[in-house]
């Protein structure tokens, strides 16, 4: 996929300043600090068009990207971070609500584990909460540079058995740092919005 135009649209903190163009999205999910952003810039080729921090927490609105004119990323801010406030959470809670219930454009989630551990059970609830909204869901296991080739097929083995996941769901290996399963994961992506 040749990335021509990537921009940022807006970065909402709510429903009504979400973009009202009626173009397919892609959101993003996952742990706070797991790679999301990372996703969305390898995919897109920009460095740092998705600020990524090796401090968690640093999304915290829903971000949307227009790409190409055609579709849009929506980076999310992530779970499981424990300094956040009982009132962060709670927020946190009811932007996720807000979006995943009722986005019409929504077409596609990628959820983003990283590949060195075994899901938690935020992941595991993000997992059903997306079955739950019959939203369609493709696992992207991340940091794959980070794991011995002779690790790989059993953290994967891992990763679905945790989360039960459904065998027909896309699962694509991934690392932000040498690009491995870009590849895959537009094909995947342009099925989603085509
Ligand atoms: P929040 O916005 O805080 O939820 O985090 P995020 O999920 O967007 O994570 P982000 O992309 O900011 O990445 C967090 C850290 O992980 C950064 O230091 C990245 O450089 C690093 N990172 C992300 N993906 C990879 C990867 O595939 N391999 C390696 N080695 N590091 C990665
Ligand atoms: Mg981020």
């Not at 790409?67 to 999310?76: E, G, L, R, S, T």
Request: contains cysteine; positive net charge.
């Amino acid at each position: 996929m040749k990335v021509n135009t990537a921009e940022i649209v807006i970065s909402a903190a709510s429903k009504k300043q979400y973009p009202s163009a009626l173009i397919p999205e892609i959101a993003l999910a996952g742990r706070s600090n797991v790679g999301k952003s990372s996703f969305i810039n390898k995919l897109i080729q920009r460095k740092n068009l998705a600020r990524t921090s090796s401090r968690p927490g640093k999304t915290q609105t829903l971000n949307f990207y227009i790409i190409n004119d055609q579709f849009h990323f929506v980076d999310v801010p992530g779970y499981g971070y424990a300094k956040v406030s009982k009132t962060e959470r709670a927020k946190w809670g009811e932007m996720m609500d807000e979006y995943f219930s009722e986005r019409e454009q929504l077409r596609a989630t990628a959820l983003i584990v990283d590949i060195r551990h075994e899901p938690t059970d935020e992941d595991c609830m993000m997992y059903d909460f997306l079955k739950h909204y019959e939203l369609p869901v493709m696992i992207v296991a991340t940091k794959l540079d980070k794991i011995k080739k002779s690790q790989q097929q059993k953290q994967i083995r891992l990763i679905k058995e945790t989360l039960q996941m459904d065998e027909e769901d896309p699962f694509i290996p991934f690392s932000a740092e040498t690009g491995e399963g870009k590849e895959a994961a537009w094909r995947t992506i342009l099925e989603f919005i085509r």
